[in-house]
């Protein structure tokens, strides 16, 4: 009976998912709100509709890419733009092949800081280290990043579909909108 016992809870620890080295699944993600830029819908613009929207850029380039496949090539047009209050120099980027906008960069020309960036958005954010998925899992309670981060770091705001890029002296290095969380 005892041998029973011990085989069905080890069955059971083997089928639970914290038992398996699996990637996690979107579903398993704090929801990531697609942004709508200055008038720009991330994920549904095109290259033609941004212009129709913005003018034509300062300039265009092609953004080097290595070791991905071509249809994920992308490009950008670069502005100086006011978006959320901030002026700054903003590069709207998009697929090279379907010209879809993907994401939109804001360098902002006056410096700003973590502490400044969070009374901005506000407190509904997650802080996650260098090269760390911005898909946070909805298991996660805290908000702070846990250990020694790597910099730079990110301040996560999927409800905004935002990521806020922080230097390790506290300064804002760029802010980030994309269609899905990465």
């Known amino acids: 009976m005892k041998l029973l016992v011990f ?6 620890l083997f089928l639970s998912p914290c038992s398996r080295m699996e990637s996690r699944s979107i579903d398993d993600t704090v929801p ?3 942004p709508t830029v200055n008038g720009i819908v991330l994920g549904k613009f095109k290259h033609q509709d941004v212009i129709d929207l913005l003018g034509k850029p300062m300039s265009e380039e092609e953004i080097q890419q290595f070791e991905v496949p071509e249809e994920e090539w992308e490009d950008a047009m670069n502005y100086r733009l ?3 209050g901030i002026d700054g120099w903003v590069g709207v980027i998009y697929k090279s092949k379907s010209t879809l906008v ?10 700003m800081n973590k502490k ?4 901005k958005y506000g407190p509904d954010y997650f802080v996650t280290s260098n090269n760390d998925s911005k898909c946070i899992p909805v298991s ?4 702070e990043y846990r250990g020694k981060p790597e910099y730079p770091i990110s301040i996560v705001y999927p409800k905004r579909g ?4 922080i ?3 506290g300064s804002v290095m760029h802010i980030n909108y994309t269609d899905k969380c990465e």
Do not use: C, F, Q
Not at 140 to 143: C, D, E, L
């Open 7 to 12: 085989s069905l809870l080890s069955l059971l």
């Open 116 to 119: 400044e960036a969070i009374e």
């Open 167 to 169: 230097r390790e002296d």
């Open 162 to 165: 935002m990521y806020v890029g």
């Open 140 to 143: 996660r309670k805290n908000r």
């Open 82 to 84: 006011k978006i959320d």
């Open 32 to 34: 990531w709100v697609r």
């Open 102 to 111: 993907t994401h939109i960069e804001l360098v902002p020309e006056v410096e």
